[in-house]
């Protein structure tokens, strides 16, 4: 179907501002990802005023949709449930993330100024992680959320900028864009493994995995000899630097898990997340379809507490440390079915464009593939979705991902 485009540079300019501000603030000031994402509401917000021309495809509808779904399906159990006004704030954030999506189809921003605010983003986060550790002599590196979060998040936009490389290799300067993107890779994973937050650690074979497949062959041998020497080094290096806290961390995971196997002791970190899930497919089974709600589900790890079917040791947490039991506990098979719908359509649609033959296409769908990839890692061992930082992050990213992608596929073609 045709469609006529309509730029204009003020508002193209104003779109690059926002999607470059959200990448580089979103970790090194508190609450920094609201910044850009405020910047594009309101940019979604104006469209009316702007009247710009663009053409909303059958793909732009499917992301939208399962924003939407997601949103008012967990909304409205929270109201089945008499959760209050406040259960309502984290799903919301796709609402939000939808005219914002507008925006950017609208008015597609600079590649540039995407990929040098992931950049700077991880940049910051590591650089923050090592202040913390090194001089502010933090335990584990946090930033200004929690320590899992802000490992997480640091570790996505380090793996972001790894997606971009495909697209800095075609840039004039590309080789000042290759350090720039590089350097964000290796600070971004730096301030996870500072953090300390393993769940973040387990699917990284897999997104290499990912990155190998989409961009592998175009590689020459020596790149890929390169690139998995530098990869054992600076594993083996983070690993043997007791100053980093990862040696100690890997440890004490194996140690929980021989207490937890051996029945020595359920309250370790790594015990507890396991009673947490133990206890979470007990309310499972017993309200498959509908779930208990945020308050049901409490009240029921309370009795299972008294029961002595999980340790009384886990009641200081209000969710199982899973995204996907958590949700099936609490929302039931229809929360958890809109759960996967958000991770999986995105990943559906990217996919299509992992071995396009423009690179530009290509780096932005890899980076759009591997968001829900991260997501469904991090929520192995965290609610990562229960947290503001969590769901704003994906949120807006989905957008500026698949708005960009969407309007820049559509000008090729």
């Known amino acids: 179907m045709p469609f006529t485009i309509l730029e204009?540079?003020?508002?193209?300019?104003?779109?690059?501002?926002?999607?470059?501000?959200?990448?580089?603030?979103?970790?090194?000031?508190?609450?920094?990802?609201?910044?850009?994402?405020?910047?594009?509401?309101?940019?979604?917000?104006?469209?009316?005023?702007?009247?710009?021309?663009?053409?909303?495809?059958?793909?732009?509808?499917?992301?939208?949709?399962?924003?939407?779904?997601y949103a008012f399906t967990i909304i409205l159990l929270?109201?089945?449930?008499?959760?209050?006004?406040?259960?309502?704030?984290?799903?919301?954030?796709?609402?939000?993330?939808?005219?914002?999506?507008?925006f950017l189809l609208a008015n597609p921003p600079r590649l540039s100024a995407m990929w040098s605010g992931f950049?700077?983003?991880?940049?910051?986060?590591?650089?923050?992680?090592?202040?913390?550790?090194?001089l502010l002599n933090t335990v584990r590196a946090g930033g200004y959320t929690h320590v899992i979060q802000f490992g997480n998040l640091s570790m996505l936009l380090g793996i972001l900028c790894l997606a971009g490389m495909g697209w800095a290799i075609l840039q004039p300067h590309r080789k000042r864009w290759l350090v720039l993107l590089a350097l964000?890779?290796?600070?971004?994973?730096?301030?996870?493994?500072?953090?300390?937050?393993?769940?973040?650690?387990?699917?990284?074979?897999?997104?290499?995995?990912?990155?190998?497949?989409?961009?592998?062959?175009?590689?020459?041998?020596?790149?890929?000899?390169?690139?998995?020497?530098?990869?054992?080094?600076?594993?083996v290096t983070v690993f043997a630097l007791p100053q980093t806290g990862v040696q100690e961390r890997v440890f004490q995971a194996v140690d929980d898990i021989s207490l937890y196997v051996s029945g020595e002791s359920q309250d370790t970190s790594v015990g507890a997340r396991f009673e947490m899930w133990k206890g979470a497919s007990h309310l499972i089974s017993d309200r498959?379809?509908?779930?208990?709600?945020?308050?049901?589900?409490?009240?029921?790890?309370?009795?299972?507490?008294?029961?002595?079917?999980?340790?009384?040791?886990?009641?200081?947490?209000d969710h199982a440390h899973n995204e996907f039991l958590d949700t099936f506990a609490k929302r039931g098979l229809i929360g958890l079915a809109v759960l996967l719908l958000l991770?999986?359509?995105?990943?559906?649609?990217?996919?299509?464009?992992?071995?396009?033959?423009?690179?530009?296409?290509?780096?932005?769908?890899?980076?759009?593939?591997?968001?829900?990839?991260?997501?469904?890692?991090?929520?192995i061992t965290q609610t990562f979705l229960g947290?503001?930082?969590?769901?704003?992050?994906?949120?807006?990213?989905?957008?500026?991902?698949?708005g960009i992608h969407s309007r820049h596929r559509k000008q090729l073609n």
């Open 184 to 235: 964000g890779a290796v600070m971004g994973i730096l301030g996870s493994l500072l953090s300390g937050s393993r769940g973040g650690w387990v699917g990284f074979p897999l997104i290499l995995l990912v990155l190998y497949r989409s961009y592998g062959k175009e590689w020459p041998l020596k790149w890929k000899g390169a690139l998995a020497f530098g990869l054992v080094l600076g594993g």
């Open 288 to 317: 498959p379809i509908l779930g208990w709600g945020q308050n049901g589900y409490l009240k029921g790890m309370t009795t299972l507490a008294e029961d002595g079917i999980v340790s009384a040791g886990i009641l200081q947490f």
């Open 78 to 102: 929270a109201w089945f449930y008499d959760e209050g006004s406040r259960a309502y704030d984290r799903p919301s954030r796709l609402l939000l993330a939808i005219p914002a999506l507008l």
């Open 343 to 379: 991770y999986l359509v995105p990943m559906k649609l990217f996919s299509e464009y992992l071995r396009h033959s423009n690179l530009e296409i290509r780096a932005v769908a890899v980076a759009g593939f591997l968001l829900p990839v991260a997501y469904i890692d991090f929520g």
């Open 387 to 402: 947290h503001n930082s969590g769901v704003m992050m994906y949120a807006f990213l989905l957008a500026i991902l698949w």
């Open 8 to 69: 204009d540079s003020k508002s193209i300019f104003y779109a690059s501002a926002s999607v470059f501000i959200f990448g580089a603030l979103s970790l090194v000031v508190p609450s920094g990802y609201s910044f850009g994402a405020v910047l594009l509401l309101i940019g979604g917000l104006a469209l009316p005023l702007l009247r710009p021309q663009f053409f909303i495809s059958r793909r732009d509808c499917f992301v939208m949709t399962t924003m939407a779904l």
């Open 119 to 134: 950049a700077l983003g991880a940049i910051g986060a590591g650089g923050w992680a090592l202040c913390q550790k090194l």
